[in-house]
């Protein structure tokens, strides 16, 4: 779901259930990034003030990218219910003058161990990264719809969609 305001502010919010426990799915959130959408490896400092990192693949850097695409700032861990944080992508000079946005996400136990994910992409004044993370921006990748989709598949499944 995209929510715009008549001020041109945007908040993305992504919801799914998935078959795997709170933990696994803040493991895979915040130290197996290699392993689904787009294979990056991050670092997180996981406590409030703390460094995110989103390092390029080989395959990035290849196509020009710089070896830190995405960065940011822990603002909550409260592991495994919630993580806060800035992002800021530097993908090319549009997005990195963009600045920094602010990514939620909510861990919520259910029945027979399933957990609902919520993603919530606060995207003031970034128009560019809006479009890129929905996924609308034409060979970019599908976004955060492609991202969870992915993660959900490998944590249920054992096997990524593709590759």
Avoid: C
């Amino acid at each position: 779901m995209t929510t715009m305001t008549e001020t041109g502010v945007a908040t993305h919010v992504y919801q799914l259930y998935i078959g795997a426990t709170p933990e696994a799915i803040w493991e895979a959130l915040t130290t197996s990034t290699e392993t689904y959408g787009y294979r990056a490896k991050s670092d997180y400092e996981l406590r409030p003030g703390g460094a995110f990192r989103v390092h390029a693949t080989e395959d990035m850097r290849a196509m020009g990218a710089p070896e830190v695409i995405i960065d940011g700032e822990v603002v909550e861990a409260d592991a495994p219910r919630r993580l806060v944080q800035t992002w800021h992508a530097h993908f090319d000079p549009q997005t990195d003058a963009e600045g920094a946005t602010r990514l939620s996400f909510e861990l919520e136990p259910g029945e027979g161990g399933v957990t609902k994910l919520t993603l919530t992409h606060e995207l003031e004044g970034a128009p560019t990264v809006a479009a890129l993370v929905s996924g609308a921006m034409a060979n970019t990748g599908g976004g955060w719809p492609f991202v969870v989709s992915d993660l959900k598949t490998l944590l249920e499944t054992g096997k990524p969609l593709a590759g």
